[in-house]
């Protein structure tokens, strides 16, 4: 998964950058990685028929290591919040 584009760059390093590249695999995990459904999802234990169909949409049939790709996006961001708001 590539997470080259300008818009990645910048929210590696600032965990509330809100901009995004169109057609970047990366730039769409960090926006799933932020949507209702996946906190719904999260929550409940289980894909909400919404968060799943973007992901379907986004990664394709194959769309499990997307879902791993959008929790480890999740949990890198409140990292990197924690650590900003120290
Ligand atoms: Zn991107």
Same mark, same amino acid.
């Given at each position: 998964?590539?997470?080259? !584009?300008?818009? !990645? %760059?910048?929210?590696?390093? *600032? /965990? ?10 990366? !730039?769409? %995990?960090?926006?799933?990685?932020? !949507?209702?459904?996946? /906190?719904?999802?999260? +929550?409940?234990? +289980?894909? $909400? %028929?919404?968060? +799943?169909?973007?992901?379907? %949409? *986004?990664?394709?049939?194959? /769309? ?12 890198? *961001? ?6 900003? $708001?120290?």
């Amino acid at each position: 998964m590539s997470n080259d !584009c300008p818009d !990645c %760059t910048q929210a590696r390093l *600032i /965990w509330h950058w809100g901009a995004y590249h169109d057609g970047c695999k990366g !730039c769409q %995990t960090r926006a799933l990685s932020k !949507c209702l459904g996946f /906190w719904q999802s999260q +929550r409940n234990g +289980r894909l $909400s %028929t919404e968060y +799943r169909a973007a992901l379907q %949409t *986004i990664f394709g049939e194959d /769309w499990t290591p997307g879902h791993e790709a959008v929790k480890a996006e999740a949990a890198r *961001i409140e990292q990197l919040k924690k650590g900003a $708001s120290q």
